[in-house]
């Protein structure tokens, strides 16, 4: 007899916009997912999968979980298109991917799901899909198919909030705004009307051409995301409770369930050992780059939180005068550090990088280690590291606030700004740098981060890695939100 809905397990099918951020929390909600019974189809587009194999531990990682499998869709891109050196600033990028999403991705994803492919699968059809919150497309998949859509922003729930709020804030006059006016104060966003300035809202409101494409997609697909039946956010509500309940208005059905990180590993210990959720988390990325290790050899020769880790992500570029710059500023600062340098951020138009001078490697083989991209949650988690200098992603802000580590940030776009204004400002976790900074700035910035308010900053930052390690504990806000979104997910089926 063939398998009715209410007689099988579900069927949850995740699909992420295809960039590290969002594949990475996406895929440690797949784990999580998986940890609890539940099926799971993860959808990847196709050049993106072939890196995640060649350099990642999927395999290995997924193995265990008989329910679980991988599918692809076209991205239109030929293997050496993506992430080739120096090519790409930031925002071409984005225009880049909203492009194909919208011609290629979102056709590919509709495709899949209305063929037969999930007809005859032994797990049963989709029974509910998770999709990129900036994935408006997928909620009209679902709804043609019968089967509720929950919308998984990948950014803070501040920048969500300000996204919201886009609408009031080209009524007031405050965006798009001018570069002569980062400093001006912004009134109109509820819960941040003391602290917030121009330059702390999402990069796309800056007025800039490039931006201009990019603010309408964002604000259109926000306002389309109500429409899905349920939402998930990587927050936790003790650092975000205000700005929660004003987005539970819009979207009351909103599972709070972060940090994705720590929330994996309380599943990880309590399906093997059955042991608390304190022990720190393990690697869980499906990285786009090769992870080098041999800097995790090189942090167990350290001192106890004398290294600052240095990384901007995977999409930030920056030219050679910063690098140079940056580089000037860590060793003046006479801290060591672990700088991860993917070769894609150097920006170079020319194709000349001999601006990188003999004395600057010189003076790094002293105190300071490369790579090209580490394996960062066991990175921030060391022992010897006592900083991070960060663009303020999203994924390494709560990696670094589940470590305990206090930041540097120097935000370039997207929810980078906002997310960095939290930290400094809201949380008290770390520092802010402004737009323009030079060697000085650098140095200056950690070495307060690493001792003039060190003692301060600590305070704090212990208290919010107490915070997150709570919400994720079987007592916790993001564990209860997630056995209730574990029950929204079985009823679906
Ligand atoms: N990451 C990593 N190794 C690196 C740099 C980054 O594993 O050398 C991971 C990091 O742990 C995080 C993700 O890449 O999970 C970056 O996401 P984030 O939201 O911080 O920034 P984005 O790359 O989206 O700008």
Redesign the pocket.
Known sequence: MAKTRSSISPHVLIFPVP???HI?CMLKLAEILCLSGINVTFVNTQQNHSRQLSFGNLHSRFRQFPGFCFETVPDGLSDDQLHSAGCHRPEDLVNDSFNRIQNIIAPGFRELLTSDRFRSDARGPVSCIIADGMYGFAIDVAEELGIPSISFRTVSACCTWICFCTQKLVENGDIPFKEEDMDRPIRSVPEMESFLRCRDLPSYYRDKEVNRRNLDLISTETLYSIKATAHILNTFDDIEAPILSHLRSYCPNLYTIGPLNALLNTLRCSTTTNSSSSSLPVSS?A?LYAEDRSCMTWLDGQPEKSVVYV?F????TVSPEQWLEIWYGLINSSHRFLW?RRPDSLLIEDGDDSQIHAELVEATKERGYTVD?????EVLNHPAVGGFFT?C????TL?SMVAGVPMVCWPHLADQQINSRYVSEVWKIGMNMKDDFNRVTVEKLIREMMVDKRDELMKSTMKVAEMARRSVSREGSSYRNYEALLEFIRKSC
């Open positions: 960039a590290q951020g990475n990325n990285s990384s992500g995977s999409i930030a991860a991209w580490a394996p960062q949650e663009h992603g999203w994924n390494s990696e």
